[in-house]
């Protein structure tokens, strides 16, 4: 990789390249290069596509026009097939009387071009997508995950309702939690605490409050599990939490305050303890496991392993699906009374797919169309680590944002990469250049319904990962709540839990011994969202602060109104002063505890700057205005 640049490009500015990221199907975008070496006497975009074995093949070699002596420009015409392309210049120059070709490719912290060798080119990737409209009810809103056995008991009792056999139930709601295991590993006891339906009922209240508008429930279905990721019967609610009268009256006065519910569909495997593979005989079924006349036996595939079967990441309580057999596809998607229909028709407005990279592109593509039909106003969520725009499972390079898949994905980069900077992992401008990594790559529906989570049921809480520092923490919720995205919120992280890896981050939610300060925080951060306009809607610009401590970003509106707002979040122990050189008048400090009126301090600019001095650990969020003409 050579930085002495021939020619200058970058992705990332609407300058050299309009519009910026993704293209719809239809659209066409245009392109200019700078020429910086007389020597340069031609220039080609080479415009790349892959084949089912990942290998790219030229689709389109454009010839670029000079526009002048330092500008040579072109057009890509719509690409009328969606998929991931990828580009890259080839820039033939004369020097000493000798042709050369140069191969001019994507820097990989940014969107800057750079000189490679041909054989080690990184290209850029350009998206080409359908339009997919994601519901504003989802884009607007503020998702709250529950994992049920630990939230809240709305019995009476406070026991847990229908116990299951050899299990183990805790002495009290507080304690820690630990699995039971045998020498090899395996889990002979599963726990409860009695987490329940009717406990989420009783705390509607509270998570209107917080400002709550979307739940998103771990598994419901029968299951041995706590968790309930190994389904036993995906048609039934499982006991310990209920049954599907209680689960419609969840339904029914979630949605009387304003809030949807999401269910988590873990279709890849079942459990072994199931009515569909029946290992154990606990269900009055013809099952898989041992009836080679069982209507679910091609469900599963057998083999001489030890098990006998394919299991799910070598797991024996989780024999693998075989997600394309017609008998599974109709029993979970296309029947009138699928798993699908049947809870969508009861009231529910989505669905997340666990391991999505795990479940055939056919079976997300037909889900996603039964789900669209069944309801419109629904979303489609996937369970996916990484990039989920160019995301590789099984040798395949995944469709999930192409818009005929998923509606939004888990933004574990999101997390990733704000623990990595408030940690001291990361420079500011690294992280800025991460996030722009996505937001080039992600369709625009696609990134502003991602969910900008800082915790999950499969991570350490966040105030772990944050060595216990309440400061810290709110700067991450803080950028969770003014981000670009749909903020997730994992229960209990707002009232201050703790927690490692698994079990340790499934502790129950501490009534009557929650950090009210905390909650107050996420509060008062949501109200502020739901407050401002730009904060909603608004599209995101990165600001290159100068100062690895201090990360910086605006938030948006088209029309230039008074929401548009600047956002600096300090991690250092230090002050900072940072100057800001914005297209702006004014600058109205917002604090996070709203009361009208109350508006921290007014910047005027200096010698053509803003002049913002941040305390240690802090934020700063203000309304960037202009001022009227009549005010002068």
Avoid at 386 to 415: C, H, I, T, W
Avoid at 605 to 620: A, H, L
Wanted: charged share 30%.
């Amino acid at each position: 990789m050579r930085m002495c640049k021939t020619i200058s490009f970058n992705s990332w500015n609407n300058y050299f390249k309009a519009p910026f990221g993704a293209l719809k199907v239809n659209e066409g975008a245009d392109i200019k290069v700078i020429i910086n070496d007389e020597s340069v006497y031609s220039i080609n975009l080479i415009i790349e596509k892959e084949d089912e074995n990942l290998n790219c093949y030229e689709v389109k070699r454009i010839n670029l026009e000079k526009e002048d002596d330092k500008v040579y420009k072109c057009k890509i015409e719509p690409l009328l097939d969606s998929g991931i392309y990828y580009y890259y210049f080839e820039v033939e120059v004369n020097r000493y009387g000798q042709d050369q070709k140069l191969f001019y490719g994507k820097v990989k912290q940014n969107g800057e071009a750079c000189e490679y060798s041909f054989e080690n080119l990184n290209k850029y990737q350009l998206t080409v997508y359908e339009e997919n409209k994601v519901p504003d009810w989802f884009k607007e809103g503020v998702l709250y995950h529950i994992f049920i056995d630990r939230f809240n008991n709305g019995n009476r009792t406070g026991k847990p309702s229908n116990p299951k056999k050899n299990s183990f139930i805790y002495g009290n709601w507080d304690d820690d939690p630990m699995y039971i295991k045998d020498k090899e590993g395996n889990i002979t006891r599963w726990d409860f605490y009695g987490g329940n339906l009717k406990g989420i009922i009783n705390k509607l209240g509270y998570l209107k409050k917080l400002g709550v508008s979307i739940i998103y429930l771990s598994p419901v279905f029968e299951s041995s599990s706590n968790h309930k990721y190994n389904t036993g019967n995906y048609k039934n609610i499982d006991p310990m939490f209920g049954d599907e009268e209680i689960f419609k009256e969840l339904i029914d006065k979630a949605n009387a305050k304003g809030i949807s519910i999401i269910l988590d569909g873990v279709f890849s495997h079942t459990g072994a303890d199931s009515i569909y593979f029946n290992k154990f005989n606990n269900y009055d079924s013809k099952g898989a496991y041992d009836n080679e006349d069982s209507p679910y036996r091609n469900w599963y595939t057998f083999d001489d392993s030890k098990a006998g079967y394919k299991c799910w990441w070598g797991v024996n309580d989780l024999p693998d699906i075989n997600e394309l057999e017609p008998t599974y596809m109709d029993y979970i998607i296309n029947d009138e009374n699928s798993v699908l229909n049947k809870w969508t028709k009861m009231g529910v407005k989505g669905w997340r797919l666990d391991v999505v990279d795990e479940l055939p592109d056919k079976f997300v593509t037909e889900f996603k169309r039964e789900l669209k039909s069944t309801e419109n106003d629904t979303v489609l969520v996937g369970e996916v680590w990484e990039d989920a725009s160019n995301k590789v499972s099984y040798s395949q390079r995944r469709k999930y944002l192409l818009g005929k898949q998923l509606d939004s994905v888990m933004g574990y980069p999101f997390r990733k990469e704000i623990l990595s900077f408030l940690n001291g992992e990361i420079a500011s401008y690294q992280i800025n250049d991460a996030y722009m990594s996505i937001k080039e790559n992600y369709p625009p529906e696609s990134f502003k319904s991602n969910l900008n989570l800082i915790g999950t049921h499969d991570v350490k809480r966040i105030k772990t990962e944050l060595n216990e520092d309440k400061d810290m923490v709110k700067l991450a919720v803080l950028a969770q709540m003014t981000f670009e995205g749909v903020p997730y919120i994992y229960y209990g992280d707002e009232a201050g839990l703790s927690g490692g890896v698994d079990p340790d981050n499934r502790r129950t939610y501490p009534w009557k011994n929650e950090d009210n300060d905390m909650i107050d925080f996420y509060r008062n951060s949501i109200q502020t969202r739901h407050r401002i306009k730009s904060l909603l809607k608004g599209e995101t610009k990165f600001i290159y602060t100068m100062d690895d401590d201090v990360f910086a970003y605006e938030r948006l509106i088209d029309d230039k109104n008074e929401d548009d707002c600047l956002i600096i979040i300090n991690r250092s122990n230090d002050y900072k002063h940072i100057d800001f050189d914005l297209d702006y008048d004014l600058l109205d400090e917002i604090g996070i505890k709203y009361t009208p009126g109350d508006y921290g301090i007014t910047l005027e600019k200096e010698d053509g700057k803003f002049k913002v001095d941040i305390d240690p650990k802090s934020f700063m969020i203000f309304k960037m205005k202009h001022i009227k003409k009549e005010e002068v």
